[in-house]
């Protein structure tokens, strides 16, 4: 039985609307006042919380599928338009999950008179932490789709997610998943690249 292949313009509109869904989402659950009513329908409705955060990964995860699709047929490297729909979307999926990581707070120590330079991090509370584990396979998922991007783009635009991966060593992490995903990817494809440019 025959199966067509969409073309690349329409992947990249289904990428275009797949990215709005997923961005509108993540709006919706970065707004504090409509999910405390949420929650508070959904303590009602007995629904759980966390279906808009699966929502919001699934639109992403199927936004990078298609992106992957693009790079898998070659067609990434023929065109940069392509290259530019790829490289966002996994910008923007490493910058909620660092800005998740990222909500503890830094404590100054001080002994005295003298204050000291001395910072405790606050540990993400419960919630960031499944939210961190909801998000981790979509990251993994990120970060291999990345690597995989071929040689030549991958050194392209390195520095674009250069300061992400920098940000996502010294985070807090939901699972291991998005560390050995990490570990591979510094090792494999970022490590090799900073050696040729030394």
Known sequence: MFKAQPSVKNTVVLVEALHAVASHAHKINSDNDLRSKI????????????????????????CLALLQDIVLEGLLNRDVEVEAYFVDPCREILQVYLHTAKSGQLFEVSS????????????????KRRKLAAQAPLVAATLQAICGLGDSSFEKNLAKFFPLLASLIGCEHGSSEEKVALSDMLGTWVGPVLLQSC
Request: proline share 5%; charged share 20%.
């Open 39 to 62: 929650q508070e329908l959904g303590s009602m409705t007995q629904t759980q919380d966390l279906r808009l955060l699966r929502f919001e990964n699934e639109s992403y995860e199927i």
């Open 112 to 127: 005295g008179c003298q204050p000291r330079a001395a910072h405790w991090l606050i540990p993400v509370g419960s919630a």
